[in-house]
């Protein structure tokens, strides 16, 4: 194989994981867009519309609706995660709001574990989504799920890019997550945006879940703690709170990770995740604002 | 004052009649209980020095714990056992085998290095910031545990280290703990670090080095974690590095936050309060039989309740059972409300 194909190769799976970091970063940056909310729970989200999907492929239902739903279940949790535990303590203080993410985390994760047990199930993907693409006599290869991947994540980010700046629900939320006492004050009724905020966000989770759940083949509780994880990296070196951001930081992350096992030495492959992490450390110690929003004020 | 020191020493008696004694008189079951309760109250006590009274809400503090074990684990073991279970360990390490006390002792001040160099940038970020960046020191420290399978078998179970940790040495350990803490918290230091989390700006006005005073309450909660973990890995014998990961994290958070985040009594009443409900939890959850009527068994639901409870706690009562209010029973006066009525303050 020479060089050429390996690299583009490489490239190919980058974006193919990148889109998937990107899809579930834009969800965590337009909850804390509006809220300032660290969201723990977006995660466990993505595992919600993940399960959903499998069980109603379970009792028969085709593929592509079952997808539908499960996104639709995605954001239902999501809806009610905000009812029930983030909307009594909007106003608290940072701290106090992470906690109960996490808190919301540990339910949910133990709820799946209750329910489902936390051996992992597989993901009955369509034999037609499993078919593969072989170029230049079999150097290069990809399967129609990447596609598939690629192509919702476009799609649904195009769809994301329309709703915040040509609808009046997209931009009063954007108007909220800039200033929201100033939202307030010209009249927009900010709980109704932050709810709209949730549900859109937890919908991209359930995307981003069965999308996840589709590459990896399998589906167990705990699925959606890595994917948040790396995405609060990819949100945070875009810059927290921006939709682009989360794009770019998304596709760079995914670029990375893929760069990193591929061309670094082996013996430093292992320690992929410790250089991802000092990198997080890395942005928000110089550039807290991430690469998009250089000049925002942080609150120290 | 020699009422006080009586009144000190009863207590000191009965500690140790407990530590020393309760293995002969109370089922193994209940030693351990009383044991992990001791263990994760020296943990909660280090992790509220950073998280509850100089507000830097770190979520690694178990990565210092981790890291404690390890070293402690990798001191202790024989050498015999370092060359079969560990035979790349290089050879400034594998010549020799310390006892548990100063094995414990390495630890802790390993961990408080650590935190101090970790520290050094990260505690320059406030809110959410400090937060995710701790977490990522977290996850660092759990891939290097995984990938430095010379010093850690990596993923594999790190096994072999002497059962040394015993009722007694948790206690001890618990109260130099509790004291060093008790006597830094309630002193001009302690006060530093409660005007930096109370009004950072206004505080460094006044003179008060944030980094300085968020570094030090960082540096002396890692000593104390790493000395915890010391004493877990001599209690546990083998463990991996997914014991020392978020589980764990949380376990501790739900604790400090359930007692309150600016008492030290506090942080123990949560560690009590969520071991005891967790033990109880735990029974209920293997399954049970009420008359005709059978319980099956729900993994997983003692962790949902405890979960319940905790939003419960952030949504009515945030800052915990105790708040900032601590349990004194007369024996010390400083707490800030009895300085007051005896007009120190």
Redesign the interface.
């Given at each position: 194989m020479s060089g050429f194909e390996y690299i583009l190769q490489q490239v190919i799976n980058a974006v193919s994981l990148g889109s998937l970091y990107a899809l579930v970063a834009v969800g965590l940056s337009i909850v804390f867009g509006v809220l300032k909310l660290?969201n723990f729970a977006h995660g466990d989200v993505m595992m919600v519309g993940a399960f959903t999907t499998v069980l109603l492929i379970g009792i028969g239902m085709p593929f592509v609706p079952a997808v539908i739903c499960g996104i639709l279940g995605a954001a239902l949790a999501g809806f009610l995660i905000e009812r029930i535990?983030y909307r009594?303590?909007r106003n608290?203080?940072?701290?106090?709001r992470?906690?109960?993410s996490?808190?919301?985390t540990?339910?949910l994760e133990?709820?799946?574990?209750?329910v489902f047990?936390s051996s992992p199930k597989n993901f009955p993907l369509p034999a037609v989504l499993n078919d593969s693409w072989q170029l230049l006599d079999g150097a290069i290869t990809f399967t129609n799920i990447n596609i598939l991947t690629l192509v919702l994540t476009f799609v649904s980010l195009i769809g994301l890019g329309w709703f915040i700046t040509r609808t009046t629900l997209g931009l009063g939320m954007r108007a909220a997550s800039e200033d929201m006492a100033a939202a307030q004050l010209v009249g927009l009724d900010v709980n109704k945006l932050i709810v709209v905020a949730f549900v859109v966000a937890s919908g991209f989770a359930g995307l981003a879940g069965v999308l996840w759940a589709a590459q990896a083949g399998v589906i167990q509780p705990q699925m959606g703690?890595t994917p948040l994880?790396k995405a609060?990296?990819a949100a945070?070196i875009g810059g927290f709170g921006s939709i682009a951001g989360a794009l770019v930081g998304g596709f760079m992350l995914g670029a990375l990770e893929i760069f990193i096992v591929a061309f670094l030495p082996d013996a430093i492959t292992?320690?992929r995740?410790?250089i991802v992490?000092?990198l997080?450390?890395a942005f928000?110690?110089f550039r807290?604002g991430g690469l998009l929003q250089p000049n925002r004020e942080?609150?120290? | 004052m020699i009422a006080r020191l009586i009144i000190g020493a009863i207590v000191l008696a009965l500690l140790a009649g407990v530590a020393f004694g309760a293995p002969s008189l109370m089922s193994d079951y209940f030693v351990r209980i009383l044991l992990i309760i001791a263990l994760n109250a020296i943990f909660v006590l280090s992790l509220s020095l950073s998280n509850g009274f100089t507000g830097v809400?770190s979520l690694g503090h178990v990565g210092f714990i981790g890291a404690g074990a390890y070293l402690s684990g990798i001191l202790s073991l024989t050498v015999a056992q370092k060359a079969s279970l560990l035979p790349h360990l290089p050879t400034f390490l594998n010549w020799f085998s310390l006892p548990f006390l100063p094995a414990t002792l390495v630890a802790g001040c390993f961990t408080a290095l650590l935190a101090i160099i970790v520290g050094y940038?990260?505690m320059?970020?406030?809110?959410?910031?400090v937060?995710?960046?701790t977490?990522?020191?977290l996850?660092?420290v759990n891939?290097?545990l995984?990938?430095a399978s010379d010093f850690t078998r990596g993923a594999r179970t790190f096994t072999g280290v002497p059962l040394d940790t015993s009722l007694p040495w948790v206690f001890g350990w618990l109260a130099i703990t509790l004291f060093v803490l008790w006597r830094l918290v309630y002193s001009p230091f302690g006060r530093r670090m409660k005007a930096v989390r109370d009004d950072?700006i206004a505080a460094s006005a006044i003179g008060i080095s944030m980094l300085n005073t968020r570094l030090t309450a960082f540096a002396i909660g890692a000593f104390f974690a790493g000395v915890g973990g010391s004493l877990y890995a001599h209690y546990l014998g083998s463990f991996s590095p997914v014991t020392f990961y978020?589980a764990m994290t949380?376990n501790l958070?739900?604790m400090l936050?359930l007692g309150g985040m600016g008492s030290l009594s506090g942080a123990v009443i949560g560690v009590v309060c969520v071991s005891l409900l967790s033990e109880l939890l735990r029974s209920v959850e293997r399954g049970f039989t009420i008359g005709d009527i059978t319980v099956p068994a729900?993994?997983?639901?003692s962790?949902?309740v405890?979960?319940?409870i905790?939003?419960l706690i952030?949504?009515f009562r945030?800052k915990g059972i105790m708040g900032e209010r601590e349990l004194t029973f007369g024996l010390f006066k400083r707490s800030a409300k009895s300085e007051i009525k005896q007009g120190v303050l």
């Amino acid at each position: 194989m020479s060089g050429f194909e390996y690299i583009l190769q490489q490239v190919i799976n980058a974006v193919s994981l990148g889109s998937l970091y990107a899809l579930v970063a834009v969800g965590l940056s337009i909850v804390f867009g509006v809220l300032k909310l660290t969201n723990f729970a977006h995660g466990d989200v993505m595992m919600v519309g993940a399960f959903t999907t499998v069980l109603l492929i379970g009792i028969g239902m085709p593929f592509v609706p079952a997808v539908i739903c499960g996104i639709l279940g995605a954001a239902l949790a999501g809806f009610l995660i905000e009812r029930i535990a983030y909307r009594p303590i909007r106003n608290a203080p940072d701290v106090t709001r992470l906690l109960t993410s996490l808190a919301v985390t540990y339910i949910l994760e133990n709820f799946g574990i209750l329910v489902f047990t936390s051996s992992p199930k597989n993901f009955p993907l369509p034999a037609v989504l499993n078919d593969s693409w072989q170029l230049l006599d079999g150097a290069i290869t990809f399967t129609n799920i990447n596609i598939l991947t690629l192509v919702l994540t476009f799609v649904s980010l195009i769809g994301l890019g329309w709703f915040i700046t040509r609808t009046t629900l997209g931009l009063g939320m954007r108007a909220a997550s800039e200033d929201m006492a100033a939202a307030q004050l010209v009249g927009l009724d900010v709980n109704k945006l932050i709810v709209v905020a949730f549900v859109v966000a937890s919908g991209f989770a359930g995307l981003a879940g069965v999308l996840w759940a589709a590459q990896a083949g399998v589906i167990q509780p705990q699925m959606g703690f890595t994917p948040l994880l790396k995405a609060f990296v990819a949100a945070i070196i875009g810059g927290f709170g921006s939709i682009a951001g989360a794009l770019v930081g998304g596709f760079m992350l995914g670029a990375l990770e893929i760069f990193i096992v591929a061309f670094l030495p082996d013996a430093i492959t292992p320690y992929r995740d410790a250089i991802v992490f000092s990198l997080l450390i890395a942005f928000l110690l110089f550039r807290p604002g991430g690469l998009l929003q250089p000049n925002r004020e942080i609150k120290l | 004052m020699i009422a006080r020191l009586i009144i000190g020493a009863i207590v000191l008696a009965l500690l140790a009649g407990v530590a020393f004694g309760a293995p002969s008189l109370m089922s193994d079951y209940f030693v351990r209980i009383l044991l992990i309760i001791a263990l994760n109250a020296i943990f909660v006590l280090s992790l509220s020095l950073s998280n509850g009274f100089t507000g830097v809400f770190s979520l690694g503090h178990v990565g210092f714990i981790g890291a404690g074990a390890y070293l402690s684990g990798i001191l202790s073991l024989t050498v015999a056992q370092k060359a079969s279970l560990l035979p790349h360990l290089p050879t400034f390490l594998n010549w020799f085998s310390l006892p548990f006390l100063p094995a414990t002792l390495v630890a802790g001040c390993f961990t408080a290095l650590l935190a101090i160099i970790v520290g050094y940038p990260l505690m320059r970020l406030s809110g959410y910031f400090v937060s995710v960046a701790t977490m990522g020191f977290l996850i660092i420290v759990n891939v290097v545990l995984i990938n430095a399978s010379d010093f850690t078998r990596g993923a594999r179970t790190f096994t072999g280290v002497p059962l040394d940790t015993s009722l007694p040495w948790v206690f001890g350990w618990l109260a130099i703990t509790l004291f060093v803490l008790w006597r830094l918290v309630y002193s001009p230091f302690g006060r530093r670090m409660k005007a930096v989390r109370d009004d950072t700006i206004a505080a460094s006005a006044i003179g008060i080095s944030m980094l300085n005073t968020r570094l030090t309450a960082f540096a002396i909660g890692a000593f104390f974690a790493g000395v915890g973990g010391s004493l877990y890995a001599h209690y546990l014998g083998s463990f991996s590095p997914v014991t020392f990961y978020f589980a764990m994290t949380m376990n501790l958070i739900a604790m400090l936050v359930l007692g309150g985040m600016g008492s030290l009594s506090g942080a123990v009443i949560g560690v009590v309060c969520v071991s005891l409900l967790s033990e109880l939890l735990r029974s209920v959850e293997r399954g049970f039989t009420i008359g005709d009527i059978t319980v099956p068994a729900l993994f997983g639901a003692s962790q949902i309740v405890l979960g319940f409870i905790f939003i419960l706690i952030m949504i009515f009562r945030p800052k915990g059972i105790m708040g900032e209010r601590e349990l004194t029973f007369g024996l010390f006066k400083r707490s800030a409300k009895s300085e007051i009525k005896q007009g120190v303050l």
